[in-house]
């Protein structure tokens, strides 16, 4: 199997450094564009959170672990269908995605988010544990 384009969906929790690492060693071993997403879905009040900042920092990070070549992007939606769909936009042939989360209510999301995008991924998926 060639490997051109590879989605790494992000929550920014702190196994997300480590879901990089896997990701970006995946593209350095095929060449792959490696794609990292982060879906902002609507936030409780109070909270604040700076995704293009933490987006920039893994797309660092993968870089220098030579990911040949990596691209961010920040969508708004919810979860799984926007993985879904920039996995369709993208014609991703790997989706390399996270088990849990860093909170208890995001190891809820993410647990459920990732369940769904592995039954109805387009295609195949690796589910990285923490």
Same mark, same amino acid.
């Not at 893994?58 to 961010?72: D, K, M, Q, S």
């Not at 998926?125 to 923490?130: A, G, I, P, Q």
């Given at each position: 199997? /060639?490997?051109?384009? &590879?989605?790494?969906? =992000?929550?920014?929790? $702190?196994?997300?450094?480590?879901?990089?690492?896997?990701?970006?060693?995946? +593209?350095?071993?095929?060449?792959?564009? !490696?794609? !990292?997403?982060?879906?902002?879905?609507?936030?409780?009040?109070?909270?604040?959170?700076?995704?293009? +900042?933490?987006? /920039?920092?893994?797309? $660092?990070?993968? *870089?220098?672990?030579? $990911?040949?070549?990596?691209?961010?992007?920040?969508?708004?939606? *919810?979860? +799984?269908?926007? &993985? =879904?769909?920039? $996995?369709?936009?993208?014609?991703?042939?790997? &989706?390399? &995605?996270?088990?849990?989360?860093?909170?208890? @209510?995001?190891?809820?999301?993410?647990?459920?988010?990732? *369940? @769904?995008?592995?039954?109805?991924?387009?295609?195949?998926?690796?589910?990285?544990?923490?």
């Amino acid at each position: 199997m /060639t490997l051109t384009t &590879i989605l790494c969906p =992000l929550d920014f929790s $702190a196994a997300s450094a480590a879901l990089v690492g896997y990701a970006a060693a995946l +593209a350095v071993g095929t060449g792959a564009e !490696l794609r !990292l997403l982060y879906v902002q879905e609507p936030m409780p009040a109070g909270q604040a959170l700076e995704p293009e +900042a933490a987006l /920039t920092a893994h797309r $660092a990070a993968a *870089e220098a672990a030579g $990911a040949p070549r990596v691209r961010t992007a920040l969508v708004h939606g *919810e979860a +799984a269908p926007s &993985i =879904l769909a920039e $996995a369709e936009r993208h014609r991703a042939d790997l &989706i390399v &995605i996270g088990a849990h989360g860093q909170t208890c @209510l995001s190891r809820f999301l993410m647990g459920n988010t990732a *369940e @769904l995008v592995v039954r109805t991924a387009p295609c195949p998926t690796l589910l990285v544990r923490e």
